[in-house]
Structures are given as structure tokens and as C-alpha cells.
């Protein structure tokens, strides 16, 4: 079993951080009607893309040491100039001052998530079938069935948000 630390925990989070600044950049190039933005904070970034788009919080932030005051009053004149609430997502291996300071200011938990991942060995390759499962590359021909079926996951039912 691999520990968890800091610096994978940090590595992770870039990896999400990296999708949510990919999906910005596009909005504003594509959409600038929704005012997508991101402001750099401390070690990660907030990123709004849009009012009702599921991507868009703090991430990756308060990894290299103390949170500070101005940090979180940055990160809410950020959001709050778009209209929206702030929203951070923290780990337990983040420093502790950003916890402890989003609970001074009110902030609580609305969801918990666990990621999990696993080493690959060398001589493990992905085969293009499994259990009815076919893995394959996504032409850009196909880029609006996997928007679609990536959004699902966040809305089952009714409208996409733009």
C-alpha cells in the first residue's frame, strides 16, 4: 500500500487544478458571456467557469504553507465579483491554517470525496475490451458525445448548464 503525502496529495490536486484552468481558458475564448475567470492564489488557483458549471472552486491551494487573511478575502472578491460564493476544496493534507480559518469564517463541508489510485507496473498494458468496456481514443469528432457523457455524471437528469 502507497502512503499518501503531501507532495502526492499536491500532485493530484494539480491534475484537477490543470483540467479546471483548461476548461476556463475555453470559456473565455468561446463564451465570453459567462465571464469565466481565474485568479492565481498562493500555490493553486480559484477558477469560475459559469454560475451553474460544476467546475469552479479553489484548488491546489495552501500545499507550500500558512493561508493567510488576505489569501481567503482575494479568493472571495473573486467570487463574489462573479456573483457566486467562494468554494474550496481542501484536503487533510493541506496546512492547517486554511481549515482553520474557513471554519472562523463560517465555511463548512458540503461534500467529501475519496480519490484512489494505484501504482501500474511496467509490463501492465490497457486491453481495448473489458467487461463490455471499450477503451479508445476520443477523435475530435467525438468531443460532443464525451462533453455530454462526462456532464451526465453531474446532471442525470434535465438541462446541461452551458
Not at 51 to 59: A, F, H, L, W, Y
Not at 60 to 72: C, N, S
Not at 135 to 154: I, K, N, Q, V
Request: proline share 6%; with cysteine; hydrophobic share 40%.
Amino acid at each position: 500500500m502507497r502512503f499518501v503525502d503531501a507532495t502526492l496529495a499536491r500532485r493530484m490536486e494539480a491534475a484537477e487544478d490543470e483540467a479546471q484552468l483548461a476548461i476556463a481558458a475555453v470559456l473565455q475564448q468561446t463564451k465570453p458571456q459567462i465571464n469565466a475567470g481565474v485568479l492565481e492564489i498562493g500555490d493553486g488557483h480559484a477558477v469560475f467557469a459559469g454560475k451553474d458549471s460544476p467546475v469552479g472552486r479553489t484548488i491546489g491551494f495552501g500545499f507550500q504553507g500558512p493561508v493567510t487573511a488576505a489569501d481567503i478575502d482575494a479568493v472571495e472578491g473573486f467570487y463574489r465579483s462573479k456573483g457566486v460564493p467562494a468554494q474550496f476544496d481542501v484536503t487533510p493534507l493541506q496546512h492547517e491554517s486554511l481549515g482553520a480559518m474557513l471554519h472562523e469564517r463560517g465555511y463548512s463541508m458540503l461534500e467529501l470525496n475519496n480519490v484512489m489510485a494505484r501504482s501500474l507496473g511496467r509490463q501492465e498494458t490497457w486491453r481495448e475490451h473489458v467487461d463490455g468496456i471499450e477503451f479508445r481514443a476520443c477523435a475530435p469528432a467525438d468531443a460532443s458525445l464525451w462533453t455530454e457523457t462526462m456532464l451526465r455524471g453531474f446532471f442525470p437528469e434535465g438541462p446541461i448548464p452551458d
